[in-house]
């Protein structure tokens, strides 16, 4: 019986589906870029070397844009948590609040809530938004 290229690598499939094989990963890996790019150079025309480089010069510019993704990423999530560490750290404390519809609003924070929009602060029964505190105020010492 003669196998067919295209039979042989389904064979191959499915005898690695059967056998658990590794599943292939969604973006590429420094080393994967650099596999590839050795892989390119070693296999490039040598009449002419720089017929590659185009492609060399966009998977680095994707490695770039996909680590500045990243790092977005990481910067927001620091950013939410130092918020909700801020809203936290008011709790029990006198604030002040410039509201367009009450005016100014003074009170403690008696609680902390956390939702899509940020850290919500409950003063005098009614939530206010972190970034609205206009001031803090101590206590009077006894």
Known sequence: MSVTASSAITSAVVAGAETGARVPAKTLSQEDFLKILVTQITSQNPLQPNADLSSITQMAQFTALEQVRQMQEMMQRLGDA?????????????????????GRVEGVVEAVAFDADGPQLLVNGQLYPLWQVSSLMTSAMV
């Open 82 to 102: 130092q918020q909700r560490m801020q809203a936290a750290a008011l709790l029990g404390r006198s604030v002040a609040f410039e509201s367009e519809t009450l």
